[in-house]
Nanobody, 115 residues
Framework: QVQLVESGGGLVQAGESLRLSCAVS????????MEWYRQAPGKQREWVAM???????GYANSVKGRFTISRNNAKNMVYLQMNSLKPDDTAIYSC?????????WGQGTQVTVSA
């Protein structure tokens, strides 16, 4: 089993930055990639970013150039650095672990960006 715990959310003003963290524990060897998703009120969940086992990364167009996903293997942590935040970035952000037989979600952390 894999357990995921997010932290780092909060209330910021437009243009400011936040770094989200995702602590990963359990059967880490079963994970092929880590992803960040977000869900705004009344909207469907949206994929934000991913980092693969090999270190490859990908981003949604809406965050490309502003958000950076990274990891610290020694600490079993995955991060989402969010810069130049906009009110449209307001959402609950969740990390997710993906493997051939795995899809696990964290509980999410709220990010609110005021205009």
């Amino acid at each position: 089993q894999v357990q995921l715990v997010e932290s780092g959310g909060g209330l910021v003003q437009a243009g400011e930055s936040l770094r989200l963290s995702c602590a990963v524990s359990g059967s880490i060897s079963s994970i092929d990639a880590m992803e960040w998703y977000r869900q705004a009120p009344g909207k469907q969940r949206e994929w934000v970013a991913m980092i693969t086992r090999g270190g490859g990364t990908g981003y949604a167009n809406s965050v490309k150039g502003r958000f950076t996903i990274s990891r610290n293997n020694a600490k079993n942590m995955v991060y989402l650095q969010m810069n130049s935040l906009k009110p449209d970035d307001t959402a609950i952000y969740s990390c997710s672990a993906v493997g051939s037989t795995l899809r696990k979600w964290g509980q999410g952390t709220q990010v609110t960006v005021s205009a």
